[in-house]
């Protein structure tokens, strides 16, 4: 089984708030349009629930066929973690959906004016990048979307059992692309797990290895984003 992840680079406006304790004092109330749950037992990291109310219209015909209206209320969730490297704070969302509106709404009237919440976006990730935390890595599929001439763009993708080495292909060289989406193997004493990341920030993880390749990842974070958010400093 897969779980999809993404991490969210945050600033809080004053160096004294605590977003934890923030989040701990907005559980889910009556009455209330969403809160924050403590998941205790999964993570090192602060693991919370953040749900939240949803209206659905469901549509019944009578016998003539007329239609009536009738408004349901529902929840949504979404689970998410606090990790913190040296001064810097991440957000880590577990099977985002395509629409996390409504959590950064909350997290915004949570914390007040001056939060931002910025998607980490990877720029290149290489097999080394995993190699120091595990038995062996490969990349064994790629995408990359490259410049072959002035107005003509190429999308190619490419996928080894065995690894693939980017420096022994010549169909790339002179060619300048970007890697959209890589795939690695690794394995660590007998285990195995697969790491997708995506150019977008969306990565997804599977095997056995999960938690230390999210420990892996989460250690080179600050590296492995993009250099526009060490600019925006």
Not at 42 to 65: I, M, N, P, Q
């Amino acid at each position: 089984m897969s779980v999809r992840y993404r991490w969210y680079r945050i600033r809080l406006p004053r160096k004294d708030l605590d977003l934890r304790r923030l989040l701990l004092g907005n559980p889910m109330r009556e009455g209330s349009t969403f809160g924050f749950r403590r998941m205790d037992g999964t993570s090192e990291a602060d693991t919370f629930r953040f749900l939240w109310r949803v209206s659905v219209v469901l549509t019944r015909f009578s016998e003539d066929y007329e239609p009536t209206y009738e408004r349901l209320e529902s929840w949504n969730f979404v689970d998410l973690s606090i990790v913190r490297l040296s001064r810097t704070q991440f957000l880590r969302i577990e099977n985002p959906g395509r629409n996390l509106r409504d959590l950064m709404n909350a997290l915004e009237s949570i914390v007040g004016l001056g939060f931002s919440c910025l998607p980490v976006i990877f720029d290149t990730v290489t097999p080394d990048d995993f190699s120091e935390g595990v038995d062996e890595a490969r990349l064994v599929g790629f995408k990359v979307v490259g410049v072959v001439g002035e107005d003509l763009v190429a999308r190619m993708e490419f996928a080894s059992k065995n690894g693939i080495d980017l420096k022994a292909m010549s169909l790339l060289k002179g060619v300048r692309y970007k890697v959209d989406a890589a795939v690695f193997e690794c394995s660590y004493r007998g285990l195995r797990g697969q790491v997708s990341i995506a150019a977008g920030g969306t990565v997804r993880l599977a095997g056995q290895l999960t938690p230390r390749l999210i420990h892996l990842i989460e250690k080179k974070l600050p590296s492995l984003t993009n250099k526009s958010h060490a600019e925006s400093e």
